[in-house]
T-cell receptor, first 112, second 114 residues
């Protein structure tokens, strides 16, 4: 079983819709959770981090964490074509807090 | 502030040859990490430097890979001899803090071994 799992997609949504990206993680102790956006051929860019259960909002982005269900999601409101990218979920483990464990990423396509 | 710089951006080498990748972290970042993404799979941790010391090299695949960070500034990752399965994108990242937050990634080196 992979430690961090994501649906590879592509997830296709129309412009202006809400895009919902999901990530599950294994039952090892996970401390911190991150969403990175990666455009093709570019570096991963951190867009959200979340550490405690609940929702965290930043502009059009909302991260949701449910530790009991081992589930973290990213909602993108009012999706724009420029949001089209691969979204990577990553977790930190408590016993190696410097290391990120990545999912394989979900490709998002926002149709104009 | 300059970001994390990696070069070359692309490298194509033959099996059995040697390749050296370089990473220049953000100035003042003591923590430097190497990751790689192979064959469309997930990005995986290779190793972590704190200044010039290897904190964790548990992700290094085998002894054909050698990472150094002389003087605690830039880092190199040498693959010798390269094998076909080493093809992928090698990312470097740096951070001031010890932890996942605050990572800045470089744009990666795409290595193709033929």
């Amino acid at each position: 079983q992979k430690e961090v799992e994501q649906n590879s997609g592509p997830l296709s949504v129309p412009e202006g819709a809400i895009a919902s990206l999901n990530c599950t993680y294994s039952d090892r102790v996970s401390q911190s959770f991150f969403w990175y956006r990666q455009y093709s051929g570019k570096s991963p860019e951190l867009i959200m981090s979340i550490y405690s259960n609940g929702d965290k909002e930043d502009g059009r982005f909302t991260a949701q964490l449910n530790k009991a269900s081992q589930y973290v999601s990213l909602l993108i409101r009012d999706s724009q074509p420029s949001d089209s990218a691969t979204y990577l979920c990553a977790v930190n483990l408590l016993d190696s807090s410097y290391k990120l464990i990545f999912g394989s990423g979900t490709r998002l396509l926002v149709r104009p | 502030e300059a970001g994390v710089t990696q070069f070359p951006s692309h490298s194509v080498i033959e099996k059995g040859q040697t390749v050296t990748l370089r990473c220049d972290p953000i100035s003042g970042h003591d923590n430097l990490y190497w990751y790689r993404r192979v064959m469309g799979k997930e990005i995986k941790f290779l190793l972590h430097f704190v200044k010039e010391s290897k904190q964790d090299e548990s992700g290094m695949p085998n002894n054909r890979f050698l990472a150094e960070r002389t003087g605690g500034t830039y880092s190199t990752l040498k693959v010798q001899p390269a094998e076909l399965e080493d093809s992928g994108v090698y990312f470097c990242a740096s951070s001031q803090e010890w932890g996942g937050n605050g990572y800045t990634f470089g744009s990666g080196t795409r290595l193709t071994v033929v």
